[in-house]
């Protein structure tokens, strides 16, 4: 197959120029050049996706691993990846692929149908598809036609992403993809300015949209000692979550130094543990400690009468002590899809 496929989520315009608005940066593609996230290119005034079919990673993960933790919990997830990001984030922990210029690595890649990728997910034992590692976004043409077909054989599709969707993505996101764990990286402007070259305002634009179209969301920051992890700034986050709904479960994750990060220490976890008291505070039901292992971090406690539901260790299969969405002892819903 060609490797070139006509973008969705763009118009033409003048002098051949193509106005790119799959993600927040909205970028205005000359003629011969690509976008900020090198993998949607303007051949002649038509923009195409330089990464349709071409993985460059795919695994077959337990869901917990995205982290989902309320989204067909003890399911396996068939896990796939292009090449690219429309974020440079400093601290990147998959940036050999995720930064990786596209245009010399796809001379490596060979084109995978949708069809295959789904029978692959089918054939492995997989309940859904996620496309993760890198910024699904990037590829989201791709993705959402793979998640058309998975949808036709029963199976779910979940994004692991930056959540730099547009309104007009999330619209067509929605139906097709079933689940989001949105990186909500600070609830700073000026740090996603500094550490990722991108801008706060649509990530919370597109989380709100997100579970507006009905997509179950989680949420997962990374704690950068010094950095992101102010007392007033995580209880503003937390804020903002619990406004959204209460009920979106937000992972607290420990940085461990990486990529142009080296020089930061490992979150240390008394500053993990006070975040997750900010959230609870701030009226979350279901807050998780990442990148760590506690005794109850990884818990899923009922909100109302503080029973265990869901036990973790680590990946491995969490103990259910639950068979419908709601507590067996008091009776309360609890936000969770199960398999």
Known sequence: MNELVE??????????????????????????????????????????????????????DPIEKKPLYHFLPGTFAYSIAAPGCNFRCSFCQNWQISQVDAAPALRSLDYTPPEDVVEAAVSGGAESISYTYTEPTVFMEYALDCAALARDRGLKNTFVTNGYQTPEAV????????????????????FYRRYCQARLEPVLE???????????????????????????????????????????????????PDYKETALPPTPLGAML?????????????????NVLTDEGQNTR????GRTLIERAGFGRPGLRMTEPRCPDCGRDIAVVLA
């Not at 579970?211 to 937390?238: C, F, K, M, W």
Request: glycine share 10%; aromatic share 8%; with cysteine.
């Open 7 to 60: 973008a969705r989520f763009y118009r033409k315009g003048e002098d051949r120029s193509a106005d790119c608005f799959l993600c927040g940066r909205r970028c205005r593609v000359a003629d011969g050049k690509r976008g900020f996230c090198g993998v949607r290119e303007n051949r002649d005034g038509t923009l195409y996706s330089l990464v349709y079919g071409r993985l460059i990673a795919r695994h077959v």
């Open 171 to 190: 619209e067509g996101m929605a139906g097709l993809i079933d689940a989001a764990n949105v990186d909500l990286k600070a609830f700073s402007d000026d």
């Open 206 to 256: 597109a989380i709100a949209n997100m579970h507006a179209a009905g997509i179950h969301v989680e949420l997962t920051t990374l704690v950068l000692p010094g950095q992101n992890d102010s007392e007033e700034e995580l209880r503003e986050l937390a804020h903002f979550v619990a406004g959204v709904s209460p009920d979106i479960p937000w992972h607290i994750s420990r940085f461990h």
């Open 274 to 290: 006070r975040a997750a008291e900010l959230g609870r505070e701030a009226g979350l039901h279901y807050v998780y400690l990442g």
């Open 302 to 305: 009922c909100p109302g009468c």
